[in-house]
């Protein structure tokens, strides 16, 4: 394996709205390899129906570098921010990236969905519990919504699927 291969990671980017092409045109030619999921559909206007390409994660590219060079993606016309955890620039796992790849080369339709920790309080976007705001508890590997009645210390939660939740 070459030198240069084993200190290549795939990191995220955060772009302006609306500027993840134009991102990913501007670090192609910088010689960067750079990865932006898109997915099709089939969007009616008034007088005809076509196809529109949309990121899969609005205002996110991933580009394969060496962490050293991420100040020069971060100097890209277009580009807010490399993503950090900690002060470190966060790396994203090559089997993530493969599989976002298979999914969307199979034909699949993936869905993005928020990505909720134990405690982070979220919002009910559509149903019938619409509007409520609660966290998200754990239970035996099941999403949990929770409603704390702090007046009498006790709390009610449901089962949920996170498709219905946003993070507030």
Do not use: C
């Not at 080369?105 to 869905?111: K, M, N, T, V």
């Not at 704390?148 to 498709?163: F, L, T």
């Amino acid at each position: 394996m070459e030198d240069d291969q084993i200190l290549k990671y795939w990191i995220a980017v955060y772009t302006k709205p609306r500027h993840e092409k134009t991102v990913e045109n501007e670090l192609q030619k910088k010689g960067y390899e750079v990865y932006l999921p898109l997915l099709k559909e089939r969007r009616k206007w008034s007088d005809r129906k076509v196809w529109v390409e949309f990121p899969m994660f609005r205002s996110y590219i991933f580009v394969k570098t060496e962490l050293k060079n991420a100040l020069f993606v971060l100097q890209t016309i277009g580009v807010v921010k490399v993503i950090k955890f900690g002060g470190e620039v966060a790396v994203v796992q090559d089997s993530s990236i493969q599989a976002i790849k298979l999914m969307i080369e199979g034909g699949y339709i993936p869905e993005a969905t928020d990505y909720f920790v134990k405690g982070d309080p979220v919002e009910v976007k559509e149903g019938p519990l619409k509007g409520l705001i609660g966290e998200i508890t754990r239970v035996d590997n099941h999403d949990r919504f929770l409603v704390r009645v702090d007046a009498i210390q006790h709390s009610v939660s449901i089962q949920i699927d996170r498709g219905y939740l946003k993070s507030i």
